[in-house]
Structures are given as structure tokens and as C-alpha cells.
């Protein structure tokens, strides 16, 4: 998908997907997003409020429920200081046959500056990128089952805050691979940051024909996929998008395919488990090792208003791209 991320000038434009961003980019978003972190006198993480945007609009515009992207975004926003707007897709006149580009005519008529758009269809953000005036700046926040880029860049930097360096890196994602816009924006991401395996772990049904090709192992077999990894990303069945019956029960699949303590001893000692949520217990993870000891789960979700602010202000171009 073509991408048109980038001004004349080269700067960051729109921020549509991981796919063809080079690796200096990426580490730059990634320091950004650290220096808007700061830790309290008693180690806690937060996040800085910075004058960035201010004077700007956000709006979000959310097709498809959310429930971290959307409000991590909004807090994002505000911690630039933007003015943001939760546009309620439901409540508005698109129930009245309004077409998508006249929403967006009459939203860039409020003085938007900045759309960020999840939308069930893979390639609406590039979509919408393309029919905004020029000082429209558009940011992915996940289309269909293509690319969620801002998830894959807060599960990175959640990696570095913990591993340090990716290089020596195995990392395992394990489960609907074949739906999941998140495992395609990790994948790229991961192979760009230069990780030293990445394996993609589920049933044949949900694994990619041709997963080779965006430079991930596949594998069939939970343990064997597990073992000695450094990273265990955890992915949910997206039975939403599933056109026919690709598995078998919850229970059995749970059997197979979900993380439990007995498969993490399979791991490297130190594992990280990640998951981008949300979270099925019981069907793809064990209650146990989503409040385990190796997870970082909740540390993803404080991630990604760094991440997003980091996203957002170098779209603009307040923060250097
Ligand atoms: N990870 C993620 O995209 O979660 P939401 O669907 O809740 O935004």
C-alpha cells in the first residue's frame, strides 16, 4: 500500500504504517516518546504536559470500539495541549447517508488539524489521507487487518524499556496472525529495529500463508515456538473478522495454543509477555501470567500516550522527523 507518509521535504506528513519507515525514524519517535516520560519521587512513571500543540485540533475519529487506542490518544492530545474532539461516529450524520469525505470536508471547516482514524477497512486512513487539505495531518490508529503502527511502536518501546537492546532479541507473537493488523505493524517494526528472530506461533488456519516473506518463522507448535524466547507477544482470536470456522472451541484452543505458566517455562528465564489487549483470559492466556510476574501489559497501555504524543507532534512538526 502506497504510503505517502512524507512531505516534499521528506519531513513526516501523515503516520500510516510501520512498512517502508526506515530504522532512524523509528528510533528518533522512540526517544521522543522516553523524553516525554518522566519518573515522581517515588519511581512511578508519568507523562510531561507540553505546550506542543497548542492551539491545535485533534480530532478522533473512531469507526471501529476502542477502548486504549481512543483514550490514550485523547490523553496524548492533551498532554500536547490540543484542543481534541471524540467525534461520535454513531450520533452523526453519517446515519443519514452522509459520504465519508463530506464528514471530513465539513470536520476540516471546524479548523481540524489533525484526524486520527481507526476504521474496520484496511487502507481507510491512506484513504482519508488522501482527500484532507494539505495541513491536514492524518495518524493511524488501526485499519482493518492491516496495520496498527502506533501499537506496534508502543510494544517496542515497552521492549527497549525492558530488554535495552534489540539486536539479541527472540521474539515469539502467538495467535490470530492472520486478522491482526498488530502482529503485521510488529513484525515490520521488529525486522526494522534489526531483532535477531521473530516467529510467528498459531494454528495453520490463523498464520499467513507466505509469513516468511514479511520475515517472521512460523510455527505450528506452542512450545516449540516458545522456546527460548526472550518476548512473548500474545494476541487475541478477532472472531469479528473471521469469514468461517478456523478453529476449533475456545477450550480446545486454549489447550493448544494458550499461555500458561507451564509453556512460559519454555522461555528464557527473564521472558517479557506482552499483549496488546484486549485481553480474552482463559482463551488465549492464563489469568496467572496476565498478572504475572513477566507481564507488561498494563506498561504498554502508559506507553502508548507517549508513543502517541510522540506520533503526533512530529506529524505536525513540532518535534524533529
Ligand atoms: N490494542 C488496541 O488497539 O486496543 P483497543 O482496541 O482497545 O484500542
Not at 530504522?23 to 522512540?30: A, F, G, N, S
Not at 506452542?222 to 526472550?230: E, F
Not at 482463551?283 to 496476565?290: L, N, R
Request: overall charge neutral.
Amino acid at each position: 500500500m502506497k504510503t505517502m507518509q512524507f512531505n516534499e521535504a521528506g519531513r513526516l506528513q501523515h503516520f500510516l504504517g510501520i512498512e517502508g519507515i526506515k530504522r532512524p525514524l523509528l528510533m528518533k519517535i522512540l526517544q521522543v516518546a522516553q523524553s516525554f516520560v518522566s519518573s515522581t519521587e517515588d519511581g512511578q512513571q508519568t507523562v510531561r504536559k507540553v505546550p506542543l500543540l497548542r492551539g491545535k485540533t485533534v480530532m478522533n475519529l473512531f469507526f471501529e470500539n476502542s477502548t486504549r487506542t481512543r483514550t490514550t490518544f485523547e490523553i496524548a492530545a492533551k498532554r500536547l495541549s490540543a484542543d481534541v474532539i471524540n467525534f461520535n461516529i454513531n450520533a452523526s450524520s453519517t446515519s443519514k447517508g452522509e459520504s465519508l469525505t463530506d464528514t471530513l470536508h465539513n470536520l476540516e471547516a471546524m479548523y481540524a488539524d489533525m484526524f486520527v482514524v481507526r476504521h474496520t477497512a484496511s487502507g481507510a486512513a491512506h484513504f482519508i489521507a488522501r482527500h484532507v487539505k494539505p495541513h491536514v495531518h492524518i495518524v493511524n490508529a488501526g485499519d482493518g487487518s492491516h496495520e496498527h503502527p502506533t501499537q506496534a511502536l508502543l510494544d517496542a518501546l515497552t521492549i527497549q524499556q525492558v530488554k535495552g537492546e534489540f539486536a539479541p532479541l527472540r521474539v515469539a507473537i502467538v495467535g490470530d496472525i492472520l486478522h491482526s493488523r498488530v502482529a503485521r505493524s510488529l513484525i515490520f517494526a521488529l525486522n526494522i529495529l534489526g531483532v535477531s528472530e521473530i516467529r510467528a506461533v498459531g494454528p495453520k488456519t490463523l498464520l499467513p500463508r507466505h509469513i516468511e516473506t514479511l520475515g517472521a518463522h512460523p510455527y505450528t507448535n506452542l512450545k516449540a515456538g516458545v522456546t527460548d524466547v526472550d518476548v512473548v507477544v500474545m494476541l487475541r482470536l478477532q472472531r469479528e473478522r473471521m469469514q468461517s470456522a478456523l478453529l476449533p472451541s475456545e477450550h480446545e484452543y486454549f489447550q493448544q495454543y494458550g499461555l500458561t505458566e507451564a509453556v512460559l517455562e519454555y522461555a528464557a528465564p527473564d521472558v517479557t509477555v506482552m499483549h496488546p489487549g484486549p485481553i480474552n483470559r482463559g482463551v488465549e492466556i492464563a489469568s496467572s501470567v496476565v498478572d504475572g510476574s513477566h507481564s507488561v501489559i498494563l506498561q504498554q497501555v502508559s506507553n502508548g500516550i507517549a508513543v502517541r504524543m510522540a506520533v503526533m507532534a512530529m506529524s505536525m512538526g513540532v518535534a524533529l522527523s
